[in-house]
Every structure is written in structure tokens, then in C-alpha cells.
């Protein structure tokens, strides 16, 4: 993928929600393939580890701690993301939460489309390191 202001223009026209639909996945995969590079274990334990990782809840609290990690792009296309309309939730998060999360699903969504890899690997490693007790 190509980083540069004709790219990150491009996509930061997208739906918010799209955005937090690539996201989603994207968080999830780079999760998946950091715990199994660094364990060993069945595939129940790799599910739970990696689902206390990116609930929407551990997502928003992330977003709480570090908002001040991400630059004022990724803040704007974290703004769109959470102040979108959403007509579902979370199982086990709240609404604020849930929409917190979204915007934090945008913004992994967004990087990962301009192909910024190395400020998405900041951000997981950040991540990774706040989780490092539910590891």
C-alpha cells in the first residue's frame, strides 16, 4: 500500500464506519499473529488472550490513557469514528465505550489503508505494552 497526501486523502473521505470495519480486522490479525509468534498454547487459550486484548472496553480505556499518542490527522478520523452513528453495541461495554472503540477501530483502519505501517506499529506496541498483564 502507498503512504502519501493523494492516499491519506483519499481515505480519509471514507465512511467513518468503513474505516472501523477494516480496523476491526486489522487490530485483530496483528493481536493474533503477536500472540502467536510469542506463545505456544491451544487454540481456546490463544482466543481468550487475544479477545481480553481487543474487546471494546480494553479499546476504549486505551484511548483514554493515550489520546495524546496520536497525531491531529489520526485524532480527526478518531473524532468521525466515534461521534458516528452506530445502531449496535458491544455485548460487554458500554455505550461510550463502544463508540470510543469504534473511533479507535477508524483510526487502525485508517492507518492501515495508507499503508502508515510504522505508526500502526506504534500504536499496537503501545497497546501490546498496556495489556502485557493479560498476556
Do not use: W
Request: proline share 1%; net charge negative; charged share 25%.
Amino acid at each position: 500500500m502507498e503512504e502519501g497526501l493523494d492516499v491519506r486523502k483519499k481515505y480519509s473521505m471514507y465512511s467513518p464506519l468503513t474505516l472501523a470495519y477494516m480496523g476491526d480486522s486489522v487490530f485483530d490479525l496483528l493481536i493474533k499473529e503477536y500472540i502467536v509468534g510469542h506463545h505456544n498454547m491451544q487454540v481456546e487459550k490463544f482466543h481468550k488472550r487475544v479477545s481480553n486484548i481487543v474487546c471494546a472496553r480494553n479499546q476504549a480505556a486505551f484511548m483514554d490513557a493515550h489520546l495524546e499518542l496520536f497525531t491531529e490527522e489520526e485524532q480527526e478520523v478518531y473524532n468521525r469514528g466515534r461521534n458516528a452513528s452506530v445502531h449496535t453495541k458491544a455485548k460487554n461495554a458500554s455505550m461510550a465505550e463502544y463508540k470510543k472503540a469504534t473511533g479507535f477501530e477508524a483510526v487502525i483502519g485508517y492507518l492501515h489503508l495508507c499503508g502508515m505501517k510504522d505508526r500502526l506499529d506504534v500504536i499496537i506496541n503501545q497497546m501490546l505494552d498496556d495489556a502485557g498483564e493479560l498476556m
